[in-house]
T-cell receptor, first 114, second 112 residues
Framework: AAGVIQSPRHLIKEKRETATLKCYPIPRHDTVYWYQQGPGQDPQFLISFYEKMQSDKGSIPDRFSAQQFSDYHSELNMSSLELGDSALYFC?????????????FGPGTRLTVL | EDQVTQSPEALRLQEGESSSLNCSYTVSGLRGLFWYRQDPGKGPEFLFTLYSAGEEKEKERLKATLTKKESFLHITAPKPEDSATYLCAVQAIGSGTYKYIFGTGTRLKVLA
């Protein structure tokens, strides 16, 4: 079965650089969530999109922005990177409609900021 | 404030030694409770969804139960391959959108 696809899987950046993470949800899934997970921590919700519009906002820094495109894929843009941004970034998607509440996670992008 | 607390933080079991993981939650409106398994460096893998008190779900050696305040993940006769971090998440209804709140997880280690 198709799963959530994230790219790249690994990314190394210098401080103050920018990064773009991509997420391709499972087909027929119209809701996308972004999470940041530091070592030994639970996933921290950043932002979500439903039908290409922002649906909820969590602890996303102002330096980050995201959007969802017409094909439902989403991109997380990160600027002025800081050392503390080093983490695993997960995307999750959810199917449209009532009764479909489970999120399915992608494999993650490991971002290292040097 | 919506909150999810998991206990214990870490658990070591001998192979075959059954135990339970706890997830306590406080949310204004519960939409659903979810259990995930996460292996190091990988994305959380969906296990169960529970919607109402009294509901139970089973999958192989795992059984999830739900009350009005907490959920338990029972592991029967665990094997070393069950070693992972188990995450509990609650879907809360807020401002017309659905927010997910994660607990900090229980790191399970099953020894052969």
């Amino acid at each position: 079965a198709a799963g959530v696809i994230q790219s790249p899987r690994h990314l190394i950046k210098e401080k103050r650089e920018t990064a773009t993470l991509k997420c391709y949800p499972i087909p027929r899934h119209d809701t996308v969530y972004w999470y940041q997970q530091g070592p030994g921590q639970d996933p921290q919700f950043l932002i979500s999109f439903y039908e290409k519009m922002q649906s909820d906002k969590g602890s996303i820094p102002d330096r980050f922005s995201a959007q969802q495109f017409s094909d439902y894929h989403s991109e997380l843009n990160m600027s002025s990177l800081e050392l503390g941004d080093s983490a695993l970034y997960f995307c999750a998607s959810r199917e449209a409609g009532e009764g479909y509440n489970e999120q399915f996670f992608g494999p993650g992008t490991r971002l290292t900021v040097l | 404030e919506d909150q999810v607390t998991q206990s214990p933080e870490a658990l070591r079991l001998q192979e075959g030694e059954s135990s339970s993981l706890n997830c306590s939650y406080t949310v204004s409106g519960l939409r659903g409770l979810f259990w995930y398994r996460q292996d190091p460096g990988k994305g959380p893998e969906f296990l169960f969804t529970l919607y109402s008190a009294g509901e139970e779900k089973e999958k192989e050696r795992l059984k999830a139960t739900l009350t009005k305040k907490e959920s338990f993940l029972h592991i029967t006769a665990p094997k070393p391959e069950d070693s992972a971090t188990y995450l509990c998440a609650v879907q809360a209804i807020g401002s017309g959108t659905y927010k997910y709140i994660f607990g900090t997880g229980t790191r399970l280690k099953v020894l052969a």
